[in-house]
Protein backbone atom coordinates (compact mmCIF):
# COMPACT_ATOMS: atom_id res chain seq x y z
CA UNK A 1 0.00 0.00 0.00
CA UNK A 2 1.42 3.37 -1.05
CA UNK A 3 2.03 6.38 1.61
CA UNK A 4 -0.92 8.50 0.55
CA UNK A 5 -3.51 5.40 0.34
CA UNK A 6 -2.37 4.68 4.04
CA UNK A 7 -2.88 8.37 4.89
CA UNK A 8 -6.56 8.46 3.47
CA UNK A 9 -7.37 5.39 5.65
CA UNK A 10 -5.56 6.56 8.53
CA UNK A 11 -8.41 9.26 8.18
CA UNK A 12 -10.92 6.94 7.07
CA UNK A 13 -10.57 5.16 10.86
CA UNK A 14 -10.94 8.83 12.75
CA UNK A 15 -13.68 9.60 11.09
CA UNK A 16 -15.59 6.45 10.66
CA UNK A 17 -15.85 6.04 7.32
CA UNK A 18 -15.34 2.33 6.00
CA UNK A 19 -15.57 3.47 1.94
CA UNK A 20 -14.06 6.08 0.11
CA UNK A 21 -15.59 5.77 -3.31
CA UNK A 22 -12.66 8.06 -5.28
CA UNK A 23 -14.10 9.27 -8.78
CA UNK A 24 -12.13 12.16 -9.98
CA UNK A 25 -9.32 11.15 -12.48
CA UNK A 26 -7.09 13.77 -10.56
CA UNK A 27 -7.40 12.06 -7.17
CA UNK A 28 -7.76 8.37 -8.42
CA UNK A 29 -4.27 9.50 -10.08
CA UNK A 30 -2.74 10.73 -6.70
CA UNK A 31 -3.59 7.37 -5.33
CA UNK A 32 -3.14 4.93 -7.43
CA UNK A 33 -0.52 6.06 -10.05
CA UNK A 34 -2.94 5.63 -12.63
CA UNK A 35 -4.41 8.48 -15.00
CA UNK A 36 -7.13 8.36 -17.47
CA UNK A 37 -10.21 10.61 -18.62
CA UNK A 38 -12.87 7.90 -18.85
CA UNK A 39 -14.89 10.85 -20.45
CA UNK A 40 -19.07 9.10 -19.26
CA UNK A 41 -17.50 5.80 -18.64
CA UNK A 42 -17.01 4.93 -14.59
CA UNK A 43 -13.58 5.41 -13.30
CA UNK A 44 -13.04 4.91 -9.56
CA UNK A 45 -10.53 3.95 -6.46
CA UNK A 46 -12.93 1.88 -3.66
CA UNK A 47 -10.57 2.47 -0.70
CA UNK A 48 -11.52 0.65 2.83
CA UNK A 49 -10.14 0.78 6.28
CA UNK A 50 -7.73 -2.67 6.36
CA UNK A 51 -9.25 -4.24 3.30
CA UNK A 52 -7.68 -4.71 -0.36
CA UNK A 53 -8.38 -1.22 -2.20
CA UNK A 54 -9.89 -1.63 -5.85
CA UNK A 55 -10.21 0.48 -9.12
CA UNK A 56 -12.72 0.12 -11.02
CA UNK A 57 -12.44 1.06 -14.87
CA UNK A 58 -13.45 0.70 -18.52
CA UNK A 59 -11.96 -2.66 -19.84
CA UNK A 60 -10.08 -0.97 -22.43
CA UNK A 61 -8.07 0.24 -19.51
CA UNK A 62 -6.96 -2.86 -17.41
CA UNK A 63 -3.55 -3.11 -19.24
CA UNK A 64 -2.61 1.01 -18.92
CA UNK A 65 -3.60 0.41 -15.07
CA UNK A 66 -1.02 -2.57 -14.53
CA UNK A 67 1.50 -0.81 -16.90
CA UNK A 68 1.25 2.05 -14.69
CA UNK A 69 2.38 0.31 -11.48
CA UNK A 70 -1.21 -0.36 -9.59
CA UNK A 71 -0.87 -3.70 -8.41
CA UNK A 72 -4.11 -4.41 -6.36
CA UNK A 73 -7.36 -5.53 -7.77
CA UNK A 74 -8.43 -4.11 -10.95
CA UNK A 75 -12.09 -4.61 -12.41
CA UNK A 76 -12.36 -4.10 -15.88
CA UNK A 77 -16.04 -4.13 -17.39
CA UNK A 78 -16.82 -3.92 -21.52
CA UNK A 79 -19.20 -1.39 -22.65
CA UNK A 80 -22.53 -3.85 -22.33
CA UNK A 81 -21.28 -4.62 -18.85
CA UNK A 82 -23.64 -2.94 -15.79
CA UNK A 83 -20.12 -1.45 -13.91
CA UNK A 84 -22.06 -0.79 -10.66
CA UNK A 85 -23.45 -4.73 -10.27
CA UNK A 86 -19.49 -5.58 -10.48
CA UNK A 87 -18.95 -2.55 -7.84
CA UNK A 88 -21.63 -4.10 -5.84
CA UNK A 89 -19.56 -7.84 -5.77
CA UNK A 90 -16.10 -6.23 -4.69
CA UNK A 91 -17.71 -4.28 -2.12
CA UNK A 92 -19.50 -7.45 -0.49
CA UNK A 93 -16.66 -9.80 -0.77
CA UNK A 94 -15.11 -7.15 1.64
CA UNK A 95 -17.37 -5.62 4.01
CA UNK A 96 -20.65 -6.05 4.83
CA UNK A 97 -21.79 -3.13 7.31
CA UNK A 98 -21.28 0.29 5.61
CA UNK A 99 -22.43 3.46 8.11
CA UNK A 100 -19.93 6.32 6.31
CA UNK A 101 -19.52 6.56 2.23
CA UNK A 102 -16.76 9.37 1.42
CA UNK A 103 -17.45 10.83 -2.19
CA UNK A 104 -16.09 13.75 -3.81
CA UNK A 105 -19.32 15.61 -3.60
CA UNK A 106 -18.29 18.40 -5.90
CA UNK A 107 -17.39 16.15 -8.74
CA UNK A 108 -19.48 13.11 -8.25
CA UNK A 109 -23.31 13.41 -10.30
CA UNK A 110 -26.57 12.80 -9.51
CA UNK A 111 -26.58 9.67 -11.59
CA UNK A 112 -23.77 8.01 -9.79
CA UNK A 113 -24.73 9.25 -6.63
CA UNK A 114 -28.37 7.71 -6.70
CA UNK A 115 -26.04 3.98 -7.55
CA UNK A 116 -24.02 4.54 -5.03
CA UNK A 117 -27.64 5.58 -2.73
CA UNK A 118 -28.30 2.26 -3.70
CA UNK A 119 -25.66 0.25 -2.80
CA UNK A 120 -25.12 1.29 0.44
CA UNK A 121 -28.97 1.74 1.58
CA UNK A 122 -28.74 3.78 4.93
CA UNK A 123 -25.47 5.09 4.57
CA UNK A 124 -24.53 8.44 5.03
CA UNK A 125 -22.29 10.31 2.79
CA UNK A 126 -19.51 12.23 3.70
CA UNK A 127 -17.14 14.56 1.54
CA UNK A 128 -13.66 12.90 0.27
CA UNK A 129 -12.84 16.39 -0.83
CA UNK A 130 -11.38 18.64 1.52
CA UNK A 131 -9.64 15.21 2.75
CA UNK A 132 -7.67 14.86 -0.65
CA UNK A 133 -6.99 18.77 -1.00
CA UNK A 134 -5.21 18.74 2.23
CA UNK A 135 -3.11 15.71 1.29
CA UNK A 136 -2.35 16.84 -2.47
CA UNK A 137 -1.54 20.58 -0.88
CA UNK A 138 2.04 19.49 0.43
CA UNK A 139 4.47 18.48 -2.31
CA UNK A 140 7.23 15.59 -2.01
CA UNK A 141 10.24 16.11 -3.28
CA UNK A 142 9.60 14.25 -6.94
CA UNK A 143 6.11 16.19 -7.41
CA UNK A 144 8.69 19.25 -6.89
CA UNK A 145 11.02 18.27 -9.08
CA UNK A 146 8.30 17.51 -12.02
CA UNK A 147 6.58 21.01 -11.65
CA UNK A 148 10.08 22.51 -11.51
CA UNK A 149 10.30 20.91 -15.09
CA UNK A 150 6.66 22.13 -16.45
CA UNK A 151 7.72 25.90 -15.09
CA UNK A 152 10.94 25.64 -17.16
CA UNK A 153 9.02 24.75 -20.46
CA UNK A 154 6.55 27.87 -19.46
CA UNK A 155 9.47 29.71 -18.75
CA UNK A 156 10.72 28.77 -22.71
CA UNK A 157 6.96 29.28 -24.12
CA UNK A 158 6.89 32.94 -22.95
CA UNK A 159 10.47 33.36 -24.90
CA UNK A 160 9.31 32.03 -28.23
CA UNK A 161 6.00 34.28 -27.48
CA UNK A 162 8.38 37.58 -27.20
CA UNK A 163 10.21 36.63 -30.27
CA UNK A 164 6.70 36.50 -31.95
CA UNK A 165 5.72 39.75 -31.51
CA UNK A 166 5.48 41.67 -34.58
CA UNK A 167 3.75 44.79 -36.02
CA UNK A 168 0.51 43.02 -37.31
CA UNK A 169 0.93 39.79 -35.87
CA UNK A 170 -2.44 38.50 -34.17
CA UNK A 171 -2.89 37.00 -31.19
CA UNK A 172 -4.08 33.67 -32.43
CA UNK A 173 -1.04 33.91 -34.43
CA UNK A 174 1.55 34.57 -31.91
CA UNK A 175 -0.52 31.54 -29.81
CA UNK A 176 0.01 29.28 -32.64
CA UNK A 177 4.07 29.58 -32.44
CA UNK A 178 4.00 29.19 -28.75
CA UNK A 179 2.50 26.12 -28.95
CA UNK A 180 4.22 24.59 -32.24
CA UNK A 181 7.66 25.68 -30.60
CA UNK A 182 6.30 23.21 -27.44
CA UNK A 183 5.18 20.45 -29.42
CA UNK A 184 8.50 20.09 -31.31
CA UNK A 185 9.71 19.95 -27.43
CA UNK A 186 7.21 16.87 -27.00
CA UNK A 187 4.57 18.63 -25.04
CA UNK A 188 1.50 17.31 -25.61
CA UNK A 189 -0.63 19.63 -23.05
CA UNK A 190 -1.48 22.88 -22.30
CA UNK A 191 -2.67 23.37 -18.78
CA UNK A 192 -5.35 25.52 -19.95
CA UNK A 193 -6.42 27.42 -23.11
CA UNK A 194 -2.66 29.72 -24.17
CA UNK A 195 -4.01 33.39 -23.66
CA UNK A 196 -2.23 35.67 -25.63
CA UNK A 197 -4.04 38.91 -25.39
CA UNK A 198 -3.23 42.25 -26.82
CA UNK A 199 -4.60 45.74 -26.29
CA UNK A 200 -7.92 46.54 -24.76
CA UNK A 201 -8.13 42.81 -24.74
CA UNK A 202 -5.58 42.21 -21.82
CA UNK A 203 -7.79 44.24 -20.08
CA UNK A 204 -9.90 41.46 -19.72
CA UNK A 205 -8.65 38.64 -16.60
CA UNK A 206 -10.35 35.84 -18.61
CA UNK A 207 -10.12 37.42 -22.41
CA UNK A 208 -10.54 35.32 -25.50
CA UNK A 209 -7.41 35.52 -27.88
CA UNK A 210 -8.91 35.99 -31.62
CA UNK A 211 -7.76 38.14 -34.64
CA UNK A 212 -6.71 41.35 -32.80
CA UNK A 213 -3.52 42.83 -34.16
CA UNK A 214 -0.82 43.57 -32.36
CA UNK A 215 0.38 47.31 -33.17
CA UNK A 216 3.24 49.16 -31.32
CA UNK A 217 2.61 51.12 -28.00
CA UNK A 218 0.68 47.88 -27.06
CA UNK A 219 1.00 45.83 -23.98
CA UNK A 220 0.63 42.31 -24.89
CA UNK A 221 -0.58 39.99 -22.08
CA UNK A 222 0.68 36.11 -22.08
CA UNK A 223 -1.02 33.74 -19.72
CA UNK A 224 -0.24 30.02 -20.15
CA UNK A 225 0.79 26.65 -18.74
CA UNK A 226 2.66 23.26 -19.58
CA UNK A 227 1.52 19.64 -18.36
CA UNK A 228 4.53 17.51 -17.61
CA UNK A 229 3.49 13.95 -15.94
CA UNK A 230 -0.09 15.35 -14.88
CA UNK A 231 1.45 18.00 -13.31
CA UNK A 232 0.29 21.58 -14.16
CA UNK A 233 2.83 25.05 -14.32
CA UNK A 234 1.00 28.62 -14.90
CA UNK A 235 2.76 31.75 -15.28
CA UNK A 236 1.75 35.24 -16.84
CA UNK A 237 4.22 38.05 -18.13
CA UNK A 238 3.14 41.16 -20.04
CA UNK A 239 5.22 42.88 -22.51
CA UNK A 240 5.53 45.83 -24.27
CA UNK A 241 5.66 46.50 -27.85
CA UNK A 242 7.59 49.41 -28.49
CA UNK A 243 7.24 52.54 -26.02
CA UNK A 244 4.31 52.49 -23.72
CA UNK A 245 2.50 55.43 -22.20
CA UNK A 246 3.14 56.73 -18.90
CA UNK A 247 0.34 55.39 -16.93
CA UNK A 248 0.66 52.16 -18.69
CA UNK A 249 4.38 52.28 -17.42
CA UNK A 250 2.49 53.34 -13.80
CA UNK A 251 0.22 50.40 -13.89
CA UNK A 252 2.89 47.57 -14.47
CA UNK A 253 5.52 49.10 -12.22
CA UNK A 254 2.30 48.79 -9.40
CA UNK A 255 1.83 45.61 -10.25
CA UNK A 256 5.11 44.33 -10.02
CA UNK A 257 6.08 46.07 -7.18
CA UNK A 258 2.85 44.08 -5.12
CA UNK A 259 4.13 40.75 -6.90
CA UNK A 260 7.46 41.10 -5.72
CA UNK A 261 6.10 41.93 -1.91
CA UNK A 262 3.78 39.10 -2.15
CA UNK A 263 6.62 36.71 -3.07
CA UNK A 264 8.73 38.13 -0.05
CA UNK A 265 5.92 37.79 2.13
CA UNK A 266 5.38 33.91 1.25
CA UNK A 267 6.95 31.90 4.06
CA UNK A 268 5.65 29.00 6.64
CA UNK A 269 3.62 30.46 9.07
CA UNK A 270 2.17 33.59 7.54
CA UNK A 271 -1.45 33.38 6.74
CA UNK A 272 -2.70 32.63 2.52
CA UNK A 273 -4.61 36.28 4.01
CA UNK A 274 -1.24 38.19 4.44
CA UNK A 275 0.04 37.31 1.50
CA UNK A 276 -2.83 38.70 -0.20
CA UNK A 277 -3.16 41.76 1.40
CA UNK A 278 0.79 42.45 1.02
CA UNK A 279 0.01 42.77 -3.11
CA UNK A 280 -3.12 44.15 -2.52
CA UNK A 281 -2.56 47.01 -0.28
CA UNK A 282 -0.15 48.28 -2.57
CA UNK A 283 -2.09 48.04 -5.48
CA UNK A 284 -4.70 49.69 -3.09
CA UNK A 285 -2.42 52.52 -1.95
CA UNK A 286 -1.50 53.17 -5.52
CA UNK A 287 -4.86 53.85 -6.35
CA UNK A 288 -5.76 50.83 -8.34
CA UNK A 289 -7.66 48.67 -5.53
CA UNK A 290 -11.14 48.78 -7.87
CA UNK A 291 -8.99 47.29 -10.56
CA UNK A 292 -7.76 44.14 -9.22
CA UNK A 293 -10.30 42.40 -9.00
CA UNK A 294 -9.28 38.43 -8.31
CA UNK A 295 -7.59 36.75 -5.79
CA UNK A 296 -3.74 36.72 -5.31
CA UNK A 297 -3.44 32.92 -6.63
CA UNK A 298 -4.09 29.97 -6.24
CA UNK A 299 -2.40 26.20 -5.79
CA UNK A 300 -0.88 24.52 -8.24
CA UNK A 301 -0.69 20.39 -9.15
CA UNK A 302 -2.16 17.93 -11.01
CA UNK A 303 -4.55 20.26 -11.08
CA UNK A 304 -4.50 23.66 -12.21
CA UNK A 305 -6.50 25.40 -9.82
CA UNK A 306 -6.33 23.68 -6.25
CA UNK A 307 -5.48 24.51 -2.60
CA UNK A 308 -4.00 26.63 -0.93
CA UNK A 309 -6.78 29.34 -2.48
CA UNK A 310 -4.71 32.70 -1.95
CA UNK A 311 -7.31 35.05 -0.54
CA UNK A 312 -7.57 37.93 1.29
CA UNK A 313 -9.97 36.47 3.86
CA UNK A 314 -8.40 32.65 4.16
CA UNK A 315 -6.88 32.04 7.64
CA UNK A 316 -5.07 29.06 6.51
CA UNK A 317 -1.23 28.87 7.48
CA UNK A 318 1.17 28.80 4.87
CA UNK A 319 3.36 25.69 5.09
CA UNK A 320 6.67 23.91 3.94
CA UNK A 321 5.72 21.89 0.54
CA UNK A 322 3.27 24.43 -0.62
CA UNK A 323 3.14 25.33 -4.30
CA UNK A 324 0.53 28.54 -5.03
CA UNK A 325 0.69 31.13 -7.83
CA UNK A 326 1.53 34.54 -6.93
CA UNK A 327 -0.02 37.15 -9.75
CA UNK A 328 -1.58 40.50 -9.09
CA UNK A 329 -3.36 42.00 -11.61
CA UNK A 330 -4.53 45.46 -12.80
CA UNK A 331 -6.85 45.87 -15.59
CA UNK A 332 -8.29 49.27 -16.15
CA UNK A 333 -10.67 48.99 -19.15
CA UNK A 334 -9.37 51.58 -22.05
CA UNK A 335 -5.91 51.96 -20.33
CA UNK A 336 -4.05 48.38 -19.79
CA UNK A 337 -4.43 45.13 -18.59
CA UNK A 338 -1.19 44.40 -16.73
CA UNK A 339 -0.86 40.49 -14.94
CA UNK A 340 2.43 38.98 -13.69
CA UNK A 341 2.41 35.11 -12.36
CA UNK A 342 4.82 32.62 -11.08
CA UNK A 343 5.02 29.71 -9.56
CA UNK A 344 6.53 29.25 -5.71
CA UNK A 345 7.12 26.68 -3.78
CA UNK A 346 7.59 27.69 -0.01
CA UNK A 347 10.79 26.13 1.70
CA UNK A 348 11.43 26.41 5.70
CA UNK A 349 13.22 30.00 4.37
CA UNK A 350 10.66 31.12 2.38
CA UNK A 351 9.40 31.17 -1.63
CA UNK A 352 11.72 29.87 -4.30
CA UNK A 353 10.04 31.20 -7.39
CA UNK A 354 10.07 28.44 -10.01
CA UNK A 355 9.27 30.67 -12.87
CA UNK A 356 12.36 32.67 -14.22
CA UNK A 357 11.20 34.40 -16.91
CA UNK A 358 12.46 38.11 -16.52
CA UNK A 359 9.67 40.50 -14.42
CA UNK A 360 11.70 43.83 -15.31
CA UNK A 361 9.61 45.20 -18.43
CA UNK A 362 10.41 43.67 -21.29
CA UNK A 363 10.44 46.12 -24.20
CA UNK A 364 10.13 44.13 -27.54
CA UNK A 365 11.18 46.99 -30.65
MN1 LIG B 1 -2.29 31.86 -15.29
MN1 LIG C 1 -3.06 31.12 -12.32
Known amino acids: ?48 QEEEPFLVCPGMEVHDVKASGWNQEIIGYSDIENPWKLVHT ?25 QLTALFPGAAFVSAEEKMRKLRMIKDAKELKIIEEACALADYAIEVGCSEIKEGRTELEVLNAVEYALKQKGVTEMSFSTMVLTGANAASPHGNPGSTKIKKGDLV ?10 YCSDITRTVAYGDINDKQKEIYDTVLKGQLAAVEASKPGVTAAEVDLTARRIIADAGFGEYFPHRLGHGLGISVHEYPSMTETNPLVIEEGMVYTIEPGIYVPGVAGVRIEDDVFITADGAKVLTKFPKELQIIR
Do not use: C
Not at 90 to 114: D, F, G, L, P, T
Open 221 to 230: LFDLGVVVDR
Open 90 to 114: SINKRISHVRNVAIEKEHMNVERYE
Open 1 to 48: MNQRLQKLQAWMKENGIEVSFITSSENVFYLSGFFSNPHERLLALAVF
